[in-house]
């Protein structure tokens, strides 16, 4: 009889791997946005009063491909099936928040530049 309670106390080694299994699962689910990648701009916007056309058409470009990758990353974040949580939110409005930043900085110095050429 003792050796019959000891056997329906241990986990079967099924029993423990569904165990492991759920855990991976909660851990990949339960982190919104974990598996998207989260865009960054790294360059610095050239000055438009003093830019060249080339500075300014390569400025152009990375605004362009951040851009898309902030997009990306929010339609990435949708397909999580998360949109209805707080960290969702927060990283949908701080990436949109980002992109508005580098778009507007860009166009104030484009402004610049062409007032200047």
Do not use: H, W
Not at 29 to 40: I, L, N, Q, R, T
Not at 60 to 69: G, R, T
Not at 74 to 95: F, M, Q, V, W
Request: with cysteine; charged share 25%; proline share 4%.
């Amino acid at each position: 009889m003792t050796n019959e309670i000891l056997a329906q106390d241990k986990p079967s080694r099924s029993r423990a791997g569904r165990r492991s299994l759920m855990a991976l699962a909660l851990c990949l689910f339960a982190a919104p946005g974990m598996a998207c990648d989260e865009p960054s701009f790294d360059i610095e916007i050239p000055d438009g009063k003093t830019a060249s056309e080339s500075e300014m058409a390569q400025a152009q470009q990375a605004v362009k491909a951040y851009v898309s990758a902030g997009e990306a990353f929010i339609a990435c974040l949708e397909d999580s099936g998360s949109t209805g949580s707080p960290a969702y939110t927060r990283k949908r409005n701080d990436t949109i928040d980002g992109m508005e930043k580098v778009a507007a900085s860009f166009n104030r110095q484009l402004r610049y530049f062409r007032k200047n050429s």
